[in-house]
């Protein structure tokens, strides 16, 4: 399941909170554009999972 760490407009960053991706889609365009500008960002994830777990749970 994907999670993206939100910083809601209005709050300090301590206020942020990890929301589902089916809680954000009214938020497309901005998914669509953090997507643009970091699209190496799941690739990094799966990368740390491999770094922690044994490899024989993710092939």
Not at 4 to 16: C, E, P, Q, T
Not at 19 to 37: G, I, R, T, V, W
Not at 39 to 44: D, I, R, S, T, Y
Request: hydrophobic share 35%; aromatic share 16%; glycine share 2%.
């Amino acid at each position: 399941k994907t999670y993206y760490l939100v910083h809601w407009k209005g709050y300090r960053k301590d206020s942020r909170t990890w929301e589902p991706k089916a809680h954000l889609e009214h938020f497309q365009d901005l998914m669509e554009n953090f997507h643009a500008l970091h699209p190496k960002a799941f690739q990094k994830r799966l990368s740390v999972l491999r770094s922690l777990c044994n490899p024989f749970l993710l092939s």
